[in-house]
Each structure stands twice: as C-alpha cells, then as structure tokens.
C-alpha cells in the first residue's frame, strides 16, 4: 500500500490525520533530557539577547496584503517595511513596537504536505518535484527550492550523532515535500536532485546542512546558498548571523514558531505527526519565501559601493 500522502492544512478529517500519532502520543521527555532542553534553550538566547533587543518594523495593512498576494502576482512588489529596512535606523524602534513582537501573526504553510516514507514513494516524489522543476527551468532563468533537514537529538555527552532522519523541500505555496529518509535512504532521483547544481537549494546553514547529508548518506549537495548571507547583502549594518526566525521577523512581520517539543522531538519515528510534518514543511517554505524577498531588494548602499569600485577597477585596468 503506497505510505505517499497529501497533508491539507485544514483537512484535520483526511486519512493521513487518522494514521499518524501526535506528540501526546510519542514517548514522552525523560527529567534528564528536559534538563539538557532548557541548557540549550538558555544558551540560545543568550546568544540571541543582541537581536532580541531589536524589533522588525510593525506590519502593516499594506504590507499584510502584499505578502499575501506575493505569490500569485508575476510582477512583485515589496512592503513597505522591506524598503525601510534599507535605512540606516530601521532598527531604532521606539518599546511600544518593541512589544509588537508578540502580536506578530504566525507563518504557516498552507498548502499540500506531501509526506513520503517508503523508498518507492520518495523515488516517486523526487521524480514528481524533478518534473515539476523542469518544467519551471522553460519559464524562469533560475529554479530555487528551500530546503531544510531534521534529525533526532542527542543529549548525552560523547554520544554519537543520529543521522539525518527527515529531509523537506519546498519550491512553491502549494506543495512542499517532506520525506522521511531514515526509513529508506535516498534513492537515485532524490540523489540527482541534490546533486544538481543548476538547481539553488536556499536555506539557513544550509552549509552544514550539506556536510551532515554528506557524512550520514555519502551525497555531496550542490548549488546551495545560504539565507545568512544573501541579507547581509541587501541589509544595511554589520552582518549578522540571521537565524529563519529572526529572518522571517524582520523581512516578513511574522513568527516562526519554534517549539522545542516539536525541533528535539523524534523524528525517527515510524510515522511524523501532523505537528512535526507542518513544522517541517514551514521550515522549507519560509526558506523559500524569504529568498525570493531578499533577491528583489536592492543591495545596500556599503555593498552596492563595493560592486562600483571593482567595476571602476575593472574598466581603468581594460
């Protein structure tokens, strides 16, 4: 019987909901591994406390209905607070914004989940997202896809390192693919698709993404970019080192959520649960989204006068 299913985000009456276990369900944390959670929830805040001090811009109803039409318009135009972010104190917000953090609207994947986990149907999926990029590659210069992995943590010391369990891919609104690899390694059309470099895989830290792909299934990802330092880029300040969180915050106005029962849950797991599957997919698809912004913001004026000088450089030396 084919495990290859569609997942609707307000379809909680489809077969697929009837068959997977939610995290109430799954086996439950032990003292010590809550213990290690919070150390390392602790740790990643403080060493986001420079960020948290900052607020994106509050949306607007402009900016709402812009986003929401991002993707069916073919001539796209930015919000408004994208094109504040070019200011040079985009950030300097006044305490009351500084709370809007916490009305922020959340970001959520709303289209087809399509979750495989047998070897068969991943091979399907792949060939599926093979033709469908091909099929983007006669309509547009480029075929970018947000990308992103999951695997089970570890949280005794010296222990060694699950492999990566879940791999998700999402290269439009409508569908996103979420393949559950540790029950089927990667067969030969997944392999090709990594593998291609005329195909721009996106992410945050999609770099070590790639080594961890590498280490646990011998399969080098090509033509990668890492969401990180495409803003910095187009961002006016010092770089930074952007998390999808923060990212989708500032460029988007909206959260992305974050449970830590969902992002150091099992995700070996003989079947995802409907959480971890929308966890997943949103990962990817924010990926996504967040690129196709960024590329159509301008680059900011210290890089945009970098290009210039080496242009200048370029023609006195020809």
């Known amino acids: 019987m084919s495990q290859n299913h569609s997942l609707q985000d307000k379809d909680s009456s489809s077969e697929l909901a009837t068959s997977i276990s939610y ?17 390392i929830e602790a740790a990643f805040q403080s060493s986001a406390s420079s960020f948290t001090k900052k607020c994106p811009l509050s949306p607007t109803k402009d900016d709402i209905a812009t986003a929401d039409a991002f993707h069916s318009e073919s001539g796209r135009r930015l ?23 916490m009305r922020l609207p959340r970001l959520r994947f709303g289209g ?45 010391r010296g222990e060694t390192p699950r492999k990566v369990a879940v791999m998700q891919i999402c290269g439009c609104s409508s569908h996103c693919y979420v393949l559950h690899i540790i029950h089927s390694g990667i067969p030969r059309s997944l392999q090709l698709l990594l593998e291609d470099p005329a195909v721009l895989k996106v992410g945050v830290g999609i770099a070590n993404d790639s080594v961890k792909v590498f280490k646990d299934y011998n399969i080098s990802i090509k033509g990668v970019e890492d969401l990180s330092f495409h803003a910095n880029q187009k961002l006016d300040g010092d770089p930074r080192n952007w998390g999808l969180a923060s990212l989708t915050e500032t460029l988007l106005s909206k959260q992305l959520l974050k449970p830590k029962k969902i992002r150091l849950g099992n995700w070996e797991a003989d079947v995802l649960s409907k959480e971890q599957l929308h966890y997943a997919a949103t990962d990817a698809f924010a990926s996504w989204y967040l690129y196709e912004v960024i590329k159509g913001l301008p680059d900011s004026p210290k890089v945009a006068a970098e290009k210039r000088r080496k242009e200048l450089e370029g023609v006195s030396q020809s």
């Open 23 to 39: 995290w109430d369900e799954e086996e439950p944390f032990t003292e010590e591994q809550l213990q290690a959670i919070e150390a």
């Open 79 to 101: 919000p408004k607070s994208l094109i504040a972010l070019q200011h040079p104190n985009a950030f300097s917000l006044s305490r009351c914004q500084a709370n809007s953090r």
């Open 112 to 156: 087809q989940i399509m979750y495989s986990r047998t070897a068969t149907d991943i091979e399907t999926a792949a060939r599926e997202l093979l033709g469908n990029l091909e099929a983007m590659k006669r309509e547009m210069a480029q075929t970018v896809i947000g990308f992103d992995i999951e695997w089970k943590p570890t949280f005794r």
